[in-house]
């Protein structure tokens, strides 16, 4: 839903934010079409030969477009936290100069942007394997995940789409925030190959079910 209060350039960061958001939503429905075959599925049969059975060039062309909007929309939510950040310090210096009256209805307009511009759980650790990525990165079982590189609850689709940030970023670092006892929590993992056959992560993440 497009915003309807907050400064012209935060109305202008959401919307933007809402595009990027539709764009990726898009290209993932193109990926679900040929075959499902997501950010990592294989592009050539058992022989070694391309898949006759999906449009190659539809699939590489948007899992490259997809990579460059979710760099686009990490960037993009970094700006999102500024420009909160700034409007909030200038309201607490407006309410301080303000009656008590009109402090409390500006600090109900700034907590309904606040809110709106909140991401929501879309997952939950399960488990996590001890000296794991993600238990090094301090994760922990019954955090929410509301980021995760530049996942958030407005185009995360399925495991699928962290599979593909993890595989693109072993040995790198993917922030992630995770809602803990009430609290959001900054987190940074590196994905790696840490031990024979097991994940990059060390963890499992359930999607959250929505109804």
Known sequence: MAASMGTPKMNQLIKKREELEAEIKALNEVLDSQKSVGMDGPLVDSEGFPR??????????????????????????????????????????????QPASQSEQSSKVFDDLEERSRLQPFGNVMSVDEGSPADLAGLKVGDSVIRFGSLTSQNFQGL???????????????????????????LSVTPSRWKPDKGLLGCNIKPVTRR
Not at 166 to 181: A, G, L
């Open 52 to 97: 006759s059975d999906i449009d190659i060039y539809s699939v590489r062309h948007a899992r490259h477009q997809i990579i460059c909007l979710q760099n686009d929309y990490t960037a993009l939510m970094t700006e999102i936290e500024e420009e909160l950040y700034r409007i909030h310090a200038e309201a607490r210096q407006s309410m301080a100069d």
């Open 160 to 186: 699928q789409n962290i599979a593909a940030i993890v595989q693109h970023s072993i040995d790198k670092s993917i922030p992630i925030t995770v809602v803990r006892d009430n609290a959001d929590v900054q």
